[in-house]
């Protein structure tokens, strides 16, 4: 099987796609074989997530590594889905833009490419909602 395909093969890398165990109601992403909780008494079950969020924390980026070809400053942020759980991800809005408790959502953008000619590679970014 190719790199790329093996990739686009993974549903949570391009999709919000966890899992939610139907036992006690907790959500997670990336998905879990088991709840952490109900251990081998939960019942774990695929879940889209909505996409929608609020920012927990952040930080401005700066001076980014000269492997990645992203224009700095740039926003990280720990987002708390409105499920419940919470993910780290970009988020694209000036850095003065940005505070603590705002409502954002999530799109489909490229994250970093292998070169002019190589894999491209996409996933989960937020904006302002």
């Keep these: 099987m190719s790199v790329p395909r093996y990739w686009r093969k993974q549903q949570n890398r391009y ?14 992403f990336p998905p879990r074989a088991f709840c952490p909780e109900c251990r081998r008494d939960g ?11 609020t920012v ?11 492997d990645y070809d992203i224009q700095t400053p740039y926003v ?14 970009q988020v694209i809005c000036e850095p003065d833009e940005i505070s603590i408790g705002m409502p954002v959502k999530s799109v489909f953008r490229k994250i970093i490419a292998d070169g002019d000619s ?4 996409y996933g989960t970014k937020f904006v302002p909602a």
């Design 76 to 89: 990280i942020a720990i987002i708390e889905l409105e499920e419940g759980t919470c993910m780290t991800a």
């Design 43 to 53: 019942k774990i079950v695929d879940y889209e997530f909505s996409g929608n969020g």
């Design 15 to 28: 999709n919000l796609k966890g899992n939610k165990c139907e036992t006690c109601g907790r959500y997670f």
């Design 118 to 121: 190589g894999v491209i590679v």
């Design 56 to 66: 927990r924390t952040f930080s401005v980026i700066r001076t980014a590594s000269d």
